[in-house]
């Protein structure tokens, strides 16, 4: 098994910014995917970002692009998301993912392990 465990989350105004990390511990394999996902109060839960194993392939949600970023670092098994201009729109409870494969899709059926998430709440 592999487990996920999320820091950084908070309470920030608008425009602030706050970093997410995850670290991964247990089973490992050769090569994995990792992500993030949130989850707002009444909708589902959706893609936000991911980086494959070299990160020569990453992935954003439209809604994200160019305000956060995704960088891993492989030696310490951890995943970051650097979230910067936050709005009151990106609160959500924000989930880290793994998946085992080569590309950071989109489909959250297609992620194997998921983190207890953490709350993230930009207030107006």
């Known amino acids: 098994q592999v487990q996920l465990v999320e820091s950084g989350g908070g309470l920030v105004q608008a425009g602030g910014s706050l970093r997410l990390s995850c670290a991964a511990s247990?089973?490992?394999?050769?090569?994995?995917?990792m992500g993030w996902f949130r989850q707002a109060p009444g909708k589902e839960r959706e893609f936000v970002a991911g980086?494959?194993?070299?990160?020569?392939?990453?992935n954003y949600a439209d809604s994200v692009k160019g305000r956060f970023t995704i960088s891993r670092d492989n030696a310490k098994n951890t995943v970051y998301l650097q979230m910067n201009s936050l709005k009151p729109e990106d609160t959500a409870v924000y989930y880290c993912?793994?998946?085992?494969?080569?590309?950071?899709?989109?489909?959250?059926?297609?992620?194997?392990?998921w983190g207890q998430g953490t709350q993230v709440t930009a207030s107006s």
């Open positions: 980086i494959n194993w070299t990160g020569g392939s990453i």
């Open positions: 247990g089973r490992t394999f050769s090569s994995y995917v």
């Open positions: 993912a793994l998946r085992r494969g080569f590309t950071p899709v989109v489909l959250t059926t297609a992620w194997d392990y």
